[in-house]
Each structure stands twice: as C-alpha cells, then as structure tokens.
C-alpha cells in the first residue's frame, strides 16, 4: 500500500507545469538530508527524464525510509478489533459499515504515519524476489511474501482464526512523474473473507500522489474512487478520495456511500488522516466512524532477528537499516549494493538452469480458471468495481487461506 509527509503544496496536477533537466540545478531543495542537495537534484533529473515505470528506478541510500515495501502490507492489521468486529455484526449493512470502518482504520499507517514529526514520504526498499515478512498484530497474525520480481508484486495474509476473519490480497505499482508529482496506481486486489456469514469482499487501492518531491518535503496524497464489492451483493461501498483545493481547504478529504439492495444506506464523509463520519440515510446525526488521531497503530512483534530466516525483511536488510539510522550514507549504499548483486547472481544462475521461481506461501489463480466457489465470487465481484483496469488477472492467495479450511 503506498511507495512514496509533511511539506505542504497547493498546486494539482491539472495546471502544473514539469519541470525541465535544466530547471533543476535553480531549484531550492531546502528540506533535502544536509549535504545531500547536489545529490538530491541529480536523483531529480533521473527521475524527470526516466521514461519506463519509476517503480523499479533505484534510490540513493539518503532517499530510503528503511523499511521494505513488502512491509506495508502489515498495515491492513493496524486496527486488530477493527479487522475482527466485523463477523460480530448480523445484519448486511451494519456488517459492511464495519467492513468500511476497518478499511478506513488501514489508511493512516499506510500512507501517513511515516511523516509523523517532522518527518517526509522517502521510498521504501525493493523487495527482492522471495522475500519474507512475518508478525502479529494483537492477535491477528500476518504472513507477506514478494512472489514476483517483473513486475514487482508483494501479497500479503491477515487471519484472526478465532472470529473467522482472514484477508489476501497483492500489490504492485505503476508510477510516473507528472506536473510536479509522482503519480503511482496501485495494481492489485484484496479480499476480505468472514467465516462467520461465508461472504466475500473484494477492494481496490487508492491511487497516490507524491506531492512536495521536489523541494524533499514528500508527502502523499490519494486519488480516485476505491469500491468494496460483497458477494452477496446485496451491499457496496464507494469512498472517493478528494484532492485538496487550489484555493484553500484541507488535504484528505473523502465522500463516498453505503448502498444496500442499490439504495443509499449511509454517506460517509470527513477526512481519512483524522475523523471519517457515517450518517444513516434521512438523519442529520454526523457519527464517527473511525479516529485516525485517536487509535494508536498495534504493535509488529516478530520473531528475534537471530531467529529470523536470511530472506525475512528484518533480517536482510537490517545491516542498510542501521546504516541509515547513523545517516552513514556510503555504508547504507554498499550493503544495499551487496544484496543486489547477490540477486542478479540469483537470478543469473537460475536462468541458467531453466528454473521458474515457485513462491513459498502464496499461489496465483486466474480469474478465468475459476472451478471454486472462493474464486467464482471473486470473479462475479470484478463486475462491480469501478476501476476494473487495475485489479489484474487474478489473485495471490495463501496457500494455508482461512476459506480452504472452512468445511
């Protein structure tokens, strides 16, 4: 969930002009890592001039947060009793509303909570292909992989076995300068799974807008409608994320609905980095919905890195991470060096043998191969989304998933 928070721009992409090669060197990159300015603009010119999908460019060490992408898929577990209230609701609406507030919950630590204090949006590691991640968050426990390398795909498995409630899904990212911003669509999918009523949910991602990259002050801004299919059909979320103003007003702002046989149950409204409301239809009581401010993130707990597999994420890159708290740029590039010609080694000596890498913990099913129920409501679920372009051909599904164990 998100590549790339706290300088501020009021520019938008429809009347922002790019900025040329030979712009650069006049611009002022005040919020850059000190001594990194003449670096930091010559990354910019990389980036401005890049042509293919800015997802796979490499970074310079003083432009890495220190964490893997495939780390963020831990953030769909931020709220636990979020994830796990929703098998307690009987009714389809009040279930989806539930199904709603637990998405909202995800979008904090997502996308913002890396630019708490005074900090800014930087990129997180490449994950290298096979790469592992494990934890519990409370007492939902949470299994990521990254099973493809071209395009870069990390999936991810959240489970509360005791309330029934399970979510796989998969990630990727299309990214592209434009104006002034990186404009990145996440392709990909998740589905929510609840034991409890034997029902689906099927969500897509947010679009991001990297604002205020230029001046390194980078923060995110999300874009485009997200929908929230059910298999019964019955329900449906849509949440649209709307842009900050030109002219005034607040960044992160939502409008969306809950529709229950096609008629308007709830409107939502508010802002996802602080306080969303729901409003029952034909009532003027705004209620809250979920408190970005107010909920603190649950806690990672992983195994101790000594007893961590050399291809867990805390583990392989712990060595640039350090480098990077102690800002020793030199040592940070090198170690990040040594693991990417490790790969290219990897990868060298397994084309030479003709071997097809074969993910560990997840399986890949086509949508057009659909012989099970899981999958033939996935499929049926596919109808209902808006932004079909971006779901791709099928799902990452763990190989151990909560719905295979329901008889």
Same mark, same amino acid.
Not at 110 to 129: F, H, W
Not at 162 to 178: C, D, E, I, M, Y
């Given at each position: 969930?998100?590549?790339?928070?706290?300088?501020?721009?009021?520019?938008? !992409?429809?009347?922002?002009?790019?900025?040329?090669?030979? !712009?650069?060197?006049?611009?002022?990159?005040?919020?850059?890592?000190?001594?990194?300015?003449?670096?930091?603009?010559?990354?910019?010119?990389?980036?401005?001039?890049?042509?293919? !999908?800015?997802?796979?460019?490499?970074?310079?060490?003083?432009?890495?947060?220190?964490?893997? $992408?495939? /780390?963020?898929?831990?953030?769909?577990?931020?709220?636990?009793?979020?994830?796990?209230?929703?098998?307690?609701?009987?009714?389809?609406?009040?279930?989806?509303?539930?199904?709603?507030?637990?998405?909202?919950?995800? $979008?904090?630590?997502?996308?913002?909570?890396?630019?708490?204090?005074?900090?800014? /949006?930087?990129?997180?590691?490449?994950?290298?292909?096979?790469?592992?991640?494990?934890?519990?968050?409370?007492?939902?426990?949470?299994?990521?992989?990254?099973?493809?390398?071209?395009?870069?795909?990390?999936?991810?498995?959240?489970?509360?076995?005791?309330?029934?409630?399970?979510?796989?899904?998969?990630?990727?990212?299309?990214?592209?300068?434009?104006?002034?911003?990186?404009?990145?669509?996440?392709?990909?999918?998740?589905?929510?799974?609840?034991?409890?009523?034997? @029902?689906?949910?099927?969500?897509?991602?947010?679009?991001?807008?990297?604002?205020?990259?230029?001046?390194?002050?980078?923060?995110?801004?999300?874009?485009?409608?997200?929908?929230?299919?059910?298999?019964?059909?019955?329900?449906?979320?849509?949440?649209?994320?709307?842009?900050?103003?030109?002219?005034?007003? @607040?960044?992160?702002?939502?409008?969306?609905?809950?529709?229950?046989?096609?008629? #308007?149950?709830?409107?939502?409204?508010?802002?996802?980095?602080?306080?969303?409301?729901?409003?029952?239809?034909?009532?003027?009581?705004?209620?809250?919905?979920?408190?970005?401010?107010?909920?603190?993130?649950?806690?990672?707990?992983?195994?101790?890195?000594?007893?961590?597999?050399?291809? /867990?994420?805390?583990?392989?890159?712990?060595?640039?991470?350090?480098?990077?708290?102690?800002?020793?740029?030199?040592?940070?590039?090198?170690?990040?060096?040594?693991?990417?010609?490790?790969?290219?080694?990897?990868?060298? /000596?397994?084309?030479?043998?003709?071997?097809?890498?074969?993910?560990? $913990?997840?399986?890949?099913?086509?949508?057009?191969?659909?012989? !099970? #129920?899981?999958?033939?409501?996935?499929?049926?679920?596919?109808?209902?989304?808006?932004?079909?372009?971006?779901?791709?051909?099928?799902?990452?599904?763990?190989?151990?998933?909560?719905?295979?164990?329901?008889?």
């Amino acid at each position: 969930m998100g590549i790339f928070s706290n300088g501020r721009s009021n520019s938008t !992409d429809s009347i922002d002009k790019s900025p040329s090669v030979s !712009d650069v060197d006049s611009m002022s990159v005040k919020h850059a890592e000190p001594g990194t300015g003449g670096q930091f603009k010559e990354f910019i010119k990389t980036v401005i001039s890049f042509t293919g !999908d800015l997802s796979s460019l490499t970074c310079p060490a003083f432009f890495l947060n220190g964490l893997s $992408l495939l /780390e963020y898929g831990t953030y769909w577990g931020d709220h636990p009793s979020c994830f796990t209230a929703i098998s307690s609701a009987s009714d389809p609406a009040e279930r989806m509303l539930a199904v709603s507030r637990w998405f909202m919950s995800t $979008l904090w630590g997502s996308y913002a909570s890396r630019c708490t204090g005074g900090k800014t /949006e930087k990129k997180p590691y490449n994950p290298i292909l096979g790469e592992q991640f494990h934890c519990k968050l409370g007492d939902v426990e949470c299994i990521c992989e990254q099973v493809c390398h071209h395009p870069p795909i990390s999936a991810f498995y959240l489970q509360h076995e005791k309330t029934g409630v399970s979510l796989n899904g998969h990630s990727g990212q299309k990214a592209r300068f434009k104006g002034t911003s990186i404009k990145t669509e996440q392709v990909g999918r998740a589905v929510l799974y609840v034991k409890e009523w034997d @029902e689906q949910y099927l969500l897509d991602f947010p679009d991001l807008m990297i604002r205020g990259f230029l001046t390194g002050a980078a923060y995110l801004e999300l874009a485009g409608v997200c929908t929230i299919a059910c298999s019964s059909k019955k329900t449906q979320t849509r949440i649209e994320f709307v842009p900050k103003p030109w002219f005034g007003g @607040e960044h992160n702002h939502i409008k969306g609905s809950i529709t229950c046989d096609g008629e #308007e149950v709830y409107s939502l409204s508010g802002r996802w980095s602080h306080k969303s409301y729901y409003t029952k239809k034909g009532s003027d009581n705004k209620q809250l919905l979920f408190d970005a401010e107010d909920e603190p993130m649950a806690e990672r707990k992983t195994a101790p890195l000594e007893e961590q597999q050399p291809i /867990e994420s805390h583990r392989l890159w712990g060595p640039v991470s350090d480098a990077l708290k102690t800002k020793n740029y030199a040592v940070a590039n090198a170690e990040k060096t040594k693991i990417e010609d490790w790969q290219r080694g990897v990868r060298k /000596e397994r084309a030479e043998k003709g071997e097809v890498f074969t993910p560990k $913990l997840f399986k890949f099913v086509q949508d057009n191969s659909a012989d !099970d #129920e899981y999958t033939s409501r996935n499929v049926a679920m596919l109808q209902e989304m808006k932004r079909k372009n971006l779901l791709d051909e099928g799902a990452w599904t763990y190989i151990d998933s909560l719905h295979d164990q329901k008889n």
